[in-house]
């Protein structure tokens, strides 16, 4: 945790992972985090990954660290009200409400607006249009399914990462700064709506892939190859499975020489009439042609041999690894990463959880701090933030409206 | 275009996705952002997809759309100063410096720091300990490619989406916002490291995968199945493929109901003693249970014939479609979405391209900004930013330092 956003409060009231995820990053950053939550938890509240033997979410717990939760009814009315007076409460450092509730529903903008003319929503969406849509729905129609796989292989194959919803949370999360910049400038509020389905067509025009397509068709599905450059998994002679990468002059150089295959690779070149060193158009083109070369060069030797001259020669490569190998034996990653800490969570596991995945550089990197159990801090809030005392509390308590 | 970060100068020297998307969303969003390009351009200005019979990268005009750009010799020291001084001339609106330059180098944020002591630098990198990494071999370290595919076939397979990189870009705007909201109020300036490597493993660890790898082993290869819940591609009696995926028990009705399976899955809940609606973990368990009845109910009907009974049910689907597809008929992602805006772009070609993933509610959307020409905005620079005179731009492009 750094202090970037220290002194910030955000109201969050959203489920699964792009809303929480955009939530995670501000309090990672400093930002106080209150959740709403309801009472028993929302619908991702036992989402799997689950804690071996128990129904508590390995995922909810990984995706609100460091949060504050104030549990509520919020299907009653008396309880919709407390949360739109707890995300609408003054200060030029609050007014930030971050959700993934429908546009319409009791936390529009609108309602939020009649209470603080100056909120700040960022609401995160399926489609634009208020359709339902989720990371996987969305990518099947954008048509990244008919790339991925084996070219062998003409099944669409789905992404195992939820990686608009990823993006959505940081892109969410600048957003929500963004918007405070302005605010702070001029005293404008803002509504921004950020679905999945402009994630992912936004982010498919700015890769190029968009006027790619209006223009040449469909990217034929290519395997593991890298499209445009030179980049493919080798199998070495003990059978592990590397991958590496040569998109620049450099890093062509680096792995034609630290595979040895200068005298080969110039002999290509002289029979293409090509120069691959400064054209990575032609190393996929002609890849067909240069991969027995590397294939031979890797069964030849184990991947301990090549790692140091790999790293002597800035090659760009990895061991294809399962996360379990990676989380219980890669330093750089995981075992030594001091970006995690091991912490003990509210399903009653101690494990490592991540903070940020920045560093500061030169600044302490703080407490990865655990998720709140539900309800952790109701009477905190209802009373600091809404000013309730605690017999008004314990009404609210009595009648079910908080837990 | 929206003006949330309007008036705010921001210099980029950044190639490949991650800083350039960076880039591309402050300057989206209203920054000025200018790009010190080498002459001639960088180790991206050819990276494919190219423009139909040409070497202009339909790749690097996406990335730096509404961009400035300074073309400098960045190999010279004279090019160099140039460019540092850029990066940190004075204002209490610029400052903020983007790159993925290498921490030692000329770019460092000590010599950044020495010229202006409240620089914020935002810095994208492979690994964290400088280590050459790109997008797919950081994601081979982690394990997804190992998780990714068929279930019947064992080999791994990489992703075609950068996500790392996307990811990386909208978390780096989101840490360069977040940086200046803190040196607006406290003068404090920032060097703030994001490596692909710590994006990819504190993703994992905010989803509940690290903990599920340190607590429970690998997940296996599960094709195209949701995990933890209902989710997968079927085929339509027209041979079109959906996906759906019911996650709520909300989701799940409506699927259940507009296929006609409430009596087959109430019949299978009672043989199983299980209750699939609030319970999405036994959607998962017994998913080769519930499988063939949804195959048999999807190869009876028509993707036509589901359509209307899916949005009626609110059913979170799509259908399967390439990207060739998408971009010529789909009205709500690309050919309606006003997301696009059809401009000429450097490369000659006139297409339609994205702003902004995030609409802001009733606020003006703005032009879509085409990426410059290098060198467009030299003289601009150096004479507003730098206070060079004419003569003295004439001596430096005479002399081959700018262009």
Redesign the interface.
Known sequence: MY??????RVVEGSA??AGP?CG??LAQ?GAEVIRFDSIGGG??Y???????GSDA???????N?GKKSVAIDLASPEGRELALAIATAPGDNAGLFLTNYPVKGFLS?EALKARRADIITVRVM????G????D???N???????????AD?Q?????????WD???G??A???M??????R??SGEG??????L???????????????????????PRI??D????F?R?FVCADGA?L???A???R?WAGLVEALDLTAPVTALEAELGVAFRHD??AR?IHRHRLFPLFEGAFTTRSAADLQPAF?AG???????????????S?A???TE?P??QTIV?PSG?T?????????????PRGAVVAAPRLGQHTEEVLSTILGLDSGAIARLHDRGLVA
């Open positions: 202090d970037l956003l220290a002194g910030l699964f992972i995820s995670l990053h950053m619908p991702d036992h989402r799997w990954p689950l804690a071996p979410s390995l995922y909810w717990e990984g995706l660290k903008h399926g489609w634009a249009d359709a339902p849509g989720v996987y729905t969305i099947a129609a954008v048509g990244l399914p008919m790339m991925t796989g084996p292989d099944r669409p194959v789905n992404h195992v990462l939820p990686a990823l993006l959505g940081a892109y999360a600048f957003a700064t963004s918007a405070l910049l302005r702070r400038a803002a509504e921004i709506r950020l679905p389905s402009d994630l992912a067509a936004t982010s498919l025009s700015h890769i190029g892939q968009v006027a790619e397509a209006l223009t040449g068709g469909d990217r395997g593991n890298l499209f445009g450059a980049g998994d499975r991958i590496v990468v998109i620049t002059p890093q990575e158009g996929f790293d800035c090659v760009t490569w990895a061991r294809y690894q399962s996360l379990n190998e990676a989380v219980t890669d750089r990653l995981f990463n970006q995690f969570h596991l494990y490592s959880a991540a903070g940020t995945a920045a560093t500061l550089a030169g600044e």
